[in-house]
């Protein structure tokens, strides 16, 4: 089972990037998915995650509003980042859990490696 996150680099405040996390050995059709975030000196936290079975959503209220995570319900999760704030800049990861939902870390059963967003003028 591997997850892989892409999409990361550069952009500036108000500004989009979109990420993508895409499954191999899993469909993500039996599972819910998340996208974390974890910035220099901080801990990292949950932002967005979805029940691709259900529909459910949850955001981070940092994020409401400007982030919105999608997917394909197959293989591939999105993390759609508009109006982009410096305070956004940090790796990315993505998870999936087989029986939870939620943005707790410890639910999380697969994690991809990170992808770095940086918001900067």
């Known amino acids: 089972v591997q997850l892989q996150a892409s999409g990361g680099g550069l952009a500036q405040p108000g500004g989009s990037l979109r990420l993508s996390c895409t499954a191999s050995g899993l469909s993500l059709a039996y599972y819910n998915v998340g996208w974390f975030r974890q910035a220099p000196g901080k801990e990292r936290e949950g932002v967005a995650c979805a029940s691709t079975r259900y529909g459910n959503k949850e955001y981070a209220d940092s994020v409401k509003g400007r982030f919105t995570i999608s997917s394909d319900n197959i293989r591939t999760v999105f993390l759609q980042m508009n109006k982009l704030k410096p305070e956004d800049t940090a790796v990315y990861y993505c998870?999936?859990?087989?029986?939870?939902?939620?943005?707790?870390?410890?639910?999380?059963?697969?994690w991809g490696q990170g992808t770095q967003v940086t918001v900067s003028s």
């Open positions: 998870a999936a859990s087989l029986s939870s939902f939620g943005r707790e870390e410890y639910i999380y059963d697969y």
